[in-house]
């Protein structure tokens, strides 16, 4: 069981995150949207929005740096581990609780809208399920376990399984003693990278690079003299100025 969870389990997501986002961009190119709905709803759209996505990097940046970086490098760089914690912990709080209002906000605003609400789809709603599912999660972790409670040190246990499945070592004896809403937490999190490829979240691979290289749109002004003015209809009809007479 702990191999199906701990190896099985984050290879098969992987896999289907990398295929179905190569299957999306070439069979669903025309999908791969936000599928926004600003023009139907732009009140709360523009804090929900700010506070969802300002939230959301910090908490993938948070994750990153706790997954990625050993102890032992942030050790020899002379960060002492209460310091990296103190940090790390009210960072995680701060962001977190952003992304927590940003995502309320949304889905109130995609389910008490009726307009937003007819053109939700099933895929939205298992992506915000998702969503909160996770944000729950992570923020009991975070305030409840590290902040209110004794704490835990995921970089000696959990990041060290995580960085162990890119180099095809993964230790899943350092899950098995991992506290259970971390379990569920690092579960949920395989499980969301499988649905994202098949969500508007492709959205976030389609940065407007271009924009930094592509030619300027050139507006020229007409130059020749302006076209002599013609004759209106009733003044065609009634033989006036510029009317042909037979």
Request: hydrophobic fraction near 50%; include cysteine; aromatic fraction near 12%.
């Amino acid at each position: 069981m702990n191999t199906l969870l701990w190896v099985v389990l984050p290879y098969a997501c992987l896999t289907v995150f990398v295929a179905g986002h190569v299957w999306r961009w070439r069979y669903d190119q025309f999908g791969w949207t936000t599928h926004t709905s600003q023009l139907l709803e732009n009140r709360l759209l523009r804090l929900s929005s700010p506070l969802f996505h300002l939230g959301a990097f910090g908490v993938i940046g948070g994750h990153a740096m706790g997954l990625l970086i050993p102890a032992s490098l942030t050790g020899r760089l002379g960060v002492p581990e209460h310091v990296y914690h103190l940090v790390s912990v009210s960072a995680g709080t701060a962001t977190g609780l952003m992304l927590v209002a940003g995502l309320v906000l949304l889905i109130a605003r995609r389910f008490a809208a009726g307009r937003i609400r007819r053109v939700t789809t099933t895929m939205d709603k298992v992506l915000y399920a998702f969503l909160t599912a996770m944000v729950v999660l992570g923020m009991t972790a975070t305030i409840g376990k590290n902040m209110l409670g004794g704490g835990y040190d995921y970089r000696e246990t959990i990041a060290v399984w995580f960085r162990g499945i890119f180099w095809f070592q993964p230790h899943t004896e350092l899950m098995t003693s991992a506290p259970l809403v971390y379990q569920l937490h690092a579960l949920g999190g395989f499980l969301f990278l499988a649905l994202w490829p098949f969500t508007r979240l492709v959205h976030v691979w389609s940065a407007p690079l271009a924009y930094l290289w592509r030619p300027y749109v050139v507006y020229r002004a007409r130059r020749s003299p302006a076209p002599a003015p013609q004759p209106t209809p009733a003044a065609v009809r009634d033989g006036g100025p510029g009317s042909l007479v037979l």
